[in-house]
C-alpha cells in the first residue's frame, strides 16, 4: 500500500496547549487562560501557565520533528500574543516569535502550517460578547490580516480556524470549554460569527495576492445510524445536519443544511446580506480533524441520541473505527467537490506509562497504522488527499481534561519538561523511513 511521492506527512500542535509563557513578553489573557483558573472548569486545575514550555523549547521541538521525518508542522498562532487587548497595537515580541519558529522550521526542511485560531480567543473581546458578537469577527480580519504582511511570503499554508463547532457549541453551547458559557440556542449566533471570520479572513487574504493555499479546519464525525428503522435514519439526518453539515454547506454551498429549517430562527437575527457570500468565498483546501464516528437512535421525541460504542474505545471514550474515515472522506469527495483534502488531525488517547524510559503505546500505533490504511485506500479510490497531520506531537494541556489525557507521540513529563520518544514516534520514523510497510499490518 503505497502513498504518493508528494504527500506530505505531518505533526500538529495548538499554542494554548502546549507553548506555556502565559504571562511573558507582553502577551494578553486569553479566554482559556480565564477558564482554565475558574475552579471546576478544568481537571484538577490544571492550567496551560507551563504547559510544554514550548515558547522557549521550540528549537528543541523541531529538531524532534525533524528527527522523525515529518514534512510539515502544523501549529497554531496565539491571537493574544499578537493582540493582547484582541485589537489595536502589535505586540512585536509575540510576533517575532513566531517569526523565529518559522525561520526554524524552514531552516531545517520543515513546511510550516499555520493555523490563526485554535481556541484562544482574547479574553478582552469575551469582555465584549466574545463570538456572539459580530465585531469580533472584524477584529479576526485585522488579526489574519497582520499575520498574512508578517509572514505571508514564509508561510504557504494558512488555515483560518480550527473546529468552529468545537467554539461554538463547547464554548457557548454547552459551556463544557471556554469561555464557558451554556445556552443551546444562543451557540448558533456564536457559530455565524465563526465561519462569518473565516470569510473576512479570506478577504483579507486575497487582498494581499500570497500565492499560498488557504483554508479552514472542520472536526467531522461521520453518523450512523443505529438500525434501519426511519425514525432512525431521519435522527442520524439531523445529528450530521448539526455536527457536520451546519458547517460544510455554508462553506462549499452558501447556505445553512435546507432541511433543518426549525434551527434557522436561532441564526436569522445575526445573518446580513453578503455573509453568505464571505463565507462561501473558494478555499484551496479542507482540512479534516477525524477521531471517531457516532451511531445513532431517534428518542422518543424523534431526536438524535448518542448510542454506546461497538469497539474498543480511547482513554476519551472515543471508539476506534478507521473505517470512518474512508467513509468520510468519500462522503466529503462526493457531496461537495472535488477540492484537495488534508487530515490535519487524527490520533488517540491513552493510559501512557514510562517504564525505564521507555513508553510502550501499542495501541496507538496500531490506531495510527489502521488509520493510515483508510487514507491510503481513499486516494487509490480517487479522493484528492494530499497530507495527513498526526495529532500530537507531545503529550500537552487536553483543554478541560488538563494534563490526564496524552495524545502525543512524544512523552512529556511535565515536572521536568523532558522529552522521550513513544514507541509510536519510533515506528513512524521507521515508516516514513520505508523500512516498516502498511501492507504488513493486518
Keep these: ?134 465585531d469580533t469577527a472584524k477584529y479576526f480580519q485585522d488579526y489574519a490580516l497582520i499575520m498574512f504582511e508578517a509572514l505571508g511570503d514564509v508561510i504557504d499554508s494558512w488555515i483560518t480556524l480550527n473546529e468552529p463547532w468545537c467554539s461554538a457549541y463547547l464554548g457557548y453551547g454547552n459551556g463544557h470549554h471556554a469561555p464557558g458559557r451554556a445556552n443551546f440556542a444562543e451557540h448558533f449566533g456564536a457559530a455565524h460569527h465563526l465561519l462569518l471570520a473565516h470569510g473576512l479572513a479570506l478577504q483579507a487574504y486575497q487582498q494581499l495576492n500570497l500565492g499560498a493555499d488557504i483554508g479552514i479546519t472542520l472536526n467531522l464525525i461521520p453518523q450512523y445510524p443505529a438500525s434501519s428503522k426511519p425514525e432512525d435514519i431521519d435522527a442520524t439526518r439531523q445529528a450530521d445536519g448539526l455536527q457536520n453539515r451546519w458547517y460544510l454547506d455554508p462553506v462549499f454551498k452558501g447556505h445553512y443544511p435546507q432541511d433543518l429549517p426549525e434551527f434557522f430562527d436561532h441564526v436569522t437575527p445575526h445573518l446580513q446580506e453578503r455573509d453568505l457570500k464571505l463565507i462561501s468565498a473558494p478555499i484551496d483546501f479542507l482540512g479534516i480533524n477525524f477521531y471517531s464516528r457516532a451511531i445513532i437512535a431517534a428518542d422518543e421525541a424523534g431526536k438524535p441520541q448518542s448510542q454506546p460504542a461497538q469497539y474498543p474505545v480511547t482513554a476519551m471514550g472515543w471508539e476506534v473505527y478507521p473505517q470512518g474515515l474512508y467513509d468520510l472522506l468519500v462522503r466529503v469527495h462526493r457531496d461537495y467537490g472535488p477540492i484537495s483534502l488534508y487530515i490535519t488531525e487524527n490520533g488517540a488517547a491513552y ?79 521507521l515508516f516514513k523511513k520505508g523500512v516498516v510497510k502498511l501492507s504488513n499490518i493486518s
Design 1 to 134: 500500500m503505497q502513498f504518493p511521492h508528494d504527500f506530505l506527512w505531518g505533526v500538529a500542535t495548538a499554542s494554548y496547549q502546549i507553548e506555556g509563557a502565559f504571562n511573558e513578553d507582553g502577551r494578553g489573557e486569553s479566554i482559556w487562560d480565564r477558564f482554565s483558573k475558574t475552579p471546576g472548569k478544568v481537571l484538577n486545575g490544571h492550567t496551560g501557565d507551563v504547559a510544554c514550555n514550548h515558547y522557549h523549547l521550540y528549537k528543541d521541538d523541531v529538531a524532534l520533528i525533524k528527527s522523525l521525518g515529518f514534512d510539515s508542522y502544523r501549529f497554531s498562532i496565539a491571537w493574544p500574543r499578537i493582540l493582547p487587548q484582541g485589537s489595536g497595537s502589535v505586540n512585536h515580541k509575540g510576533l517575532d516569535f513566531y517569526k523565529r519558529l518559522v525561520d526554524e522550521l524552514l531552516a531545517q526542511g520543515i513546511k510550516p502550517a499555520a493555523t490563526l485560531y485554535h481556541w484562544d480567543l482574547p479574553q478582552m473581546l469575551e469582555d465584549q460578547g466574545g463570538w456572539l458578537n459580530r
Design 351 to 429: 493510559e501512557d506509562v514510562l517504564d525505564q524510559g521507555r513508553v510502550m503505546d501499542t495501541e496507538r500505533t496500531t490506531y495510527l497504522q489502521k488509520h493510515f490504511i483508510q487514507a491510503a485506500r481513499a486516494i487509490e479510490a480517487g479522493i484528492p488527499l494530499k497530507g495527513y497531520y498526526v495529532w500530537s506531537l507531545l503529550d500537552n494541556f487536553e483543554w478541560a481534561f488538563g494534563y490526564e489525557r496524552r495524545f502525543g507521540i512524544i512523552y512529556v513529563d511535565f515536572e521536568t519538561q523532558q522529552r522521550i520518544l513513544k514507541d509510536s514516534a519510533q515506528w513512524f520514523k
